[in-house]
């Protein structure tokens, strides 16, 4: 089946329902079309834009999810699918909160967070001491991450630090936008595989948050910060806002054409499947068999250095669909 992940950029732009397509008119009378049952989820960029209440209903029956912006293209909540159990023994078990199997996998997913950061300045020829600091015992996130951006920002020819709340300057603006991308099709994942996104492994619960979430995007961020990058080297718009949909258009493009080769399988999977793939990977570890063995084996994760881009190396777009993500 073709996926598409839809960004509504158009000002006065509504969404509808007709004949088994979501359909996006724009006050000028021009319309675009999808089939409704190939949506994996709308990030509404425009504040001013409206659902057909059939719409938005038909969209969470199907499990797709809404990602809502600000103005700033700021991302500020989303419209979700209820939770429901799928599995009950990986429902039970996750509501265990077992501490020492939690550690065990988020021991897993951060060590590669760090390793994929440390992979990407590998990758953009930057002088840096991560593999060092990684590999110590007692490796420190925090750390890491403060030498990583240095080094990114560097790489990117900026002088500068960081913003997550209140971002400023436009790459953490557009850092930050594509992070909330990763966490939409994260959420979705966790809904489809039966977790349940209040209950994480290691970020704790706290107002209009879903810790599961933000545990489970982390080794996907240094491949934003790759494509980012990546999108930094080409030819922009002058206008900023024109440069921001611009850096939109390619990162859902990207989500189809990077892909990571999955060395078990020997399958490889487009960006927006892995995340999928990690999640499913994730319910698996929690099914009694392995939960109450603190067996992590069936957790997979996905590594900087075994991404590919498909253009690349065929010269063509996939022959599964012609577009996964469109901008209207």
């Known amino acids: ?10 000002t006065g732009s509504r969404l509808s329902c007709e004949r088994g397509f979501l359909v996006c008119r724009y006050p000028d009378g021009d319309e675009n079309r999808v089939a409704l049952a190939d949506v994996r989820s709308i990030v509404i960029a425009n504040p001013a834009v409206s659902f057909t209440n059939e719409c938005l209903a038909r969209l969470l029956a199907q499990d797709s999810v809404v990602l809502h912006c600000d103005r700033q293209f700021k ?7 209820l939770d429901r159990v799928i599995r009950r023994e990986v429902f039970l078990n ?4 077992n501490q020492n199997f939690s550690r065990l996998l988020w021991k897993s997913i951060v060590l590669r967070k760090m390793r994929n950061q440390a992979a990407l300045l ?3 020829n ?3 001491n991560l593999h060092n600091l990684v590999e110590k015992p007692l490796a420190n996130e925090a750390n890491v991450s403060r030498q990583f951006w240095g080094s990114y920002f560097q790489a990117l020819g900026k002088r500068q630090k960081r913003e997550r ?4 300057s436009f790459e953490n603006k557009s850092l930050n936008y594509a992070y909330a991308v990763i966490s939409t099709l994260t959420l979705r994942a966790i809904l489809i595989h039966g977790l349940l996104p209040s209950l994480g492994i290691h970020h704790e619960p706290r ?8 545990d489970l995007m982390e080794p996907f961020r240094s491949f934003v910060d790759l494509l980012f990058y990546e999108w930094m080297q080409e030819p922009k718009p002058e206008d900023q806002e024109e440069q921001f949909k611009d850096w939109v258009r390619y990162l859902m ?39 109450q063995s603190g067996n992590t084996d069936p957790l997979w994760l996905p590594r900087l250095e075994e991404h590919y881009w498909l253009k690349a190396e065929n010269g063509e777009p996939d022959d599964e669909d012609e577009e996964n993500t469109i901008a209207v």
């Open 253 to 291: 493009n990207s989500l189809r054409e990077c892909r990571i080769k999955h060395p078990e399988d020997k399958h490889s999977y487009k960006l927006m499947d892995a995340v999928d793939s990690l999640v499913r990977s994730v319910a698996t570890c929690f099914e009694s068999k392995h939960f």
């Open 122 to 124: 590998d990758y953009l």
């Open 126 to 128: 930057v002088d840096h």
């Open 1 to 10: 089946m073709t996926f598409h992940i839809i960004t509504v950029f158009n």
């Open 207 to 214: 107002y209009r948050s879903y810790p599961l979430v933000y």
């Open 165 to 168: 709340k209140g971002a400023e």
């Open 94 to 97: 996750q509501l265990t909160q």
């Open 75 to 81: 991302p500020i909540g989303w419209t979700t699918p």
